[in-house]
């Protein structure tokens, strides 16, 4: 006689979810330092797989060798953006005078609105503005200095990420074996799908963001250059990089892009440059992110923009750009174990939902 299975009522297993929940959530606060380059650093060990293969299958590279050649290649690509970036950014700092004068006449003219508007007397306006500049000032050795420990900082971030790429790349053998003796052979078959999976998704992820990426800069690149800004390729740059960022990098690019403009040129252009990333960021978000980068990970706007908002709380912006590929692996494995696939519902809903229906309607 087989014994009874007990099953706990709905709402005590919702409390052990909620508590494991939370706990997760303050274990991951609590180990931001090291979980965070951790997991850029399995991004790119994943990106960076297939090079690593190619070198020791093609080039009969060992393993260290291929697996060093291979964040050699990334630190390049990347050094080349910022080389892109800083090239154009030199070029708007030798018209730094040009752009102090016509910033000057802008403040001018905000001082006349306001006194027109509010009638308040322009030097009021510009004592308050030198008071608040002098405590800037005053504690500018405290900037310079956070400043500085925020530069080294974020230069040691990255040092780590490659680090953690490195030996990620290095060990994934025996990171891979022991996932498999952690489950057991009975599970075997699940986990290997579980990390094709994993792999395929996010390599497509990443590789469909670069795209993206280049895409959106090059039409704001020839948007701005129609228009005839005077830094077309600098801004076109910018919103390319800031469209990384899901939902709330538009807001600075645009930002960016109208201030740059405005300084640089006359408020129609400046107003030109606004239309056009507002356009170009609504035709990438219906048209290009669906079809290039959304289709990839499988997840709902609504659970999405859930993540996004999370990742900025509890690891600021880092935790911005790793919500989505996060949520794309949990997916995977809730979609997986039988227990667990009401959550993948819950993560892809509105796509698997639109999928079912257009198979139905191809078998109609």
């Not at 297939?50 to 093609?58: A, C, D, I, Y």
């Not at 060992?62 to 630190?75: G, K, N, Q």
């Amino acid at each position: 006689m087989t014994p009874k299975k007990i099953i706990a009522p709905f709402y005590e297993r919702l409390s052990l979810v909620l508590i494991g929940i939370l706990s997760l959530g303050f274990l991951i606060i609590q180990g931001k330092e090291m979980l965070d380059p951790l997991i850029f650093g399995f991004l790119f060990a994943i990106l960076l797989l297939p090079v690593s293969g190619f070198l020791e299958q093609k080039l009969r590279m060992p393993r260290s060798v291929s697996s060093f050649v291979s964040i050699i290649l990334l630190v390049g690509f990347i050094s080349g953006v910022l080389y892109l970036v800083g090239s154009q950014i030199s070029k708007l700092t030798q018209d730094w005078p040009m752009l102090q004068k016509q910033l000057a006449q802008s403040v001018n003219n905000i001082y006349e609105w306001v006194q027109g508007r509010f009638n308040i007397d322009i030097k009021n306006q510009q004592n308050y503005v030198e008071n608040a500049g002098k405590k800037i000032i005053s504690s500018g050795s405290e900037v310079v200095g956070t400043t500085f420990g925020a530069v080294s900082s974020l230069m040691l971030f990255y040092v780590f990420i490659m680090i953690f790429t490195f030996f990620i790349l290095f060990y994934r053998k025996l990171l891979f074996g022991f996932i498999l003796q952690a489950f057991g052979k009975d599970n075997e078959h699940i986990v290997h799908d579980i990390v094709e999976n994993i792999q395929s998704i996010l390599r497509q992820y990443i590789l469909g963001l670069l795209l993206e990426m280049i895409i959106v800069a090059t039409v704001a690149c020839t948007a701005f250059w129609m228009i005839g800004i005077k830094y077309a390729v600098l801004l076109g740059i910018i919103v390319g990089l800031f469209n990384i960022i899901p939902y709330l990098g538009i807001f600075s690019a645009l930002f960016l892009s109208v201030l740059v403009t405005f300084a640089t040129g006359p408020v129609s252009n400046a107003i030109e440059v606004g239309v056009s990333v507002i356009a170009i960021h609504l035709v990438d978000a219906n048209v290009l992110l669906p079809a290039v980068v959304g289709s990839k990970v499988r997840l709902n706007a609504l659970i999405t923009f859930l993540g996004i908002i999370l990742g900025e709380m509890m690891w600021g912006l880092s935790g911005m750009f790793l919500s989505i590929p996060m949520m794309a692996i949990f997916k995977i494995i809730f979609d997986r174990i039988e227990s667990t696939k009401p959550w993948g519902y819950l993560l892809g809903g509105d796509y698997e939902f639109k999928k079912s229906a257009e198979k139905k309607m191809k078998t109609e």
